[in-house]
T-cell receptor, first 111, second 112 residues
Framework: GDSVTQMEGPVTLSEEAFLTINCTYTATGYPSLFWYVQYPGEGLQLLLKATKADDKGSNKGFEATYRKETTSFHLEKGSVQVSDSAVYFCALYNYGQNFVFGPGTRLSVLP | DTAVSQTPKYLVTQMGNDKSIKCEQNLGHDTMYWYKQDSKKFLKIMFSYNNKELIINETVPNRFSPKSPDKAHLNLHINSLELGDSAVYFC???????????FGQGTRLTVV
């Protein structure tokens, strides 16, 4: 079945550092890809998405590019803030199936 | 207006009890889901349901059952609760094409 793999956390960075969280997937066909963020005590919120190869999703300074050749969707941000501290989930969706989530990566940003 | 709402937010109960968690969405979506999030934050699909079909994750014990009175609601019933059922349960919804899933705030279930 479809699956998503993310880099293990936790990731601890200083404010204004560059962030990369790796995500790779295994799926049939052409899934849509997502990054969700979960702040403490809250539900998941969509951060960005891409629906086809070479699409770039972006939001709040975060970016990820759908790379079909490497089956990857790495999340990047040029300068993280303390308020970015959260758990980040990579996910995919194939039509008619469920959203499949990676295990999540906890990010802590120190002032 | 809350797009996907779950009640209660916290639920503490004894082993062996039966409980329900309610979920409602006002987005006009035709597909709803229940996910279980364990203590390590891993999200596992339990059910997905649209007005035509219920898809059950075969690893989910039959003590768990979804009930959908209408397209906007998907409630989760749990019978004979066990300690291992303690987790955060999330309801979500989307259009059938899966353009985006919207999540509720979660229900933290603690079985004692």
């Amino acid at each position: 079945g479809d699956s998503v793999t993310q880099m293990e956390g936790p990731v601890t960075l200083s404010e204004e550092a560059f962030l990369t969280i790796n995500c790779t997937y295994t799926a049939t066909g052409y899934p849509s890809l997502f990054w969700y963020v979960q702040y403490p005590g809250e539900g998941l919120q969509l951060l960005l998405k891409a629906t086809k190869a070479d699409d770039k999703g972006s939001n709040k300074g975060f970016e990820a590019t759908y790379r079909k050749e490497t089956t990857s969707f790495h999340l990047e941000k040029g300068s993280v803030q303390v308020s970015d501290s959260a758990v980040y989930f990579c996910a995919l969706y194939n039509y008619g199936q469920n959203f499949v989530f990676g295990p999540g990566t906890r990010l802590s940003v120190l002032p | 207006d809350t797009a996907v709402s779950q009640t209660p937010k916290y639920l503490v109960t004894q082993m062996g009890n039966d409980k329900s968690i309610k979920c409602e969405q006002n987005l006009g979506h035709d597909t709803m889901y229940w996910y279980k999030q364990d203590s390590k934050k891993f999200l596992k699909i339990m059910f997905s349901y649209n007005n035509k079909e219920l898809i059950i994750n075969e690893t989910v014990p039959n003590r768990f059952s979804p009930k959908s009175p209408d397209k906007a609601h998907l409630n989760l019933h749990i019978n004979s609760l066990e300690l291992g059922d303690s987790a955060v349960y999330f309801c979500a919804s989307s259009h059938a094409g899966g353009t985006e899933a919207f999540f509720g705030q979660g229900t933290r279930l603690t079985v004692v």
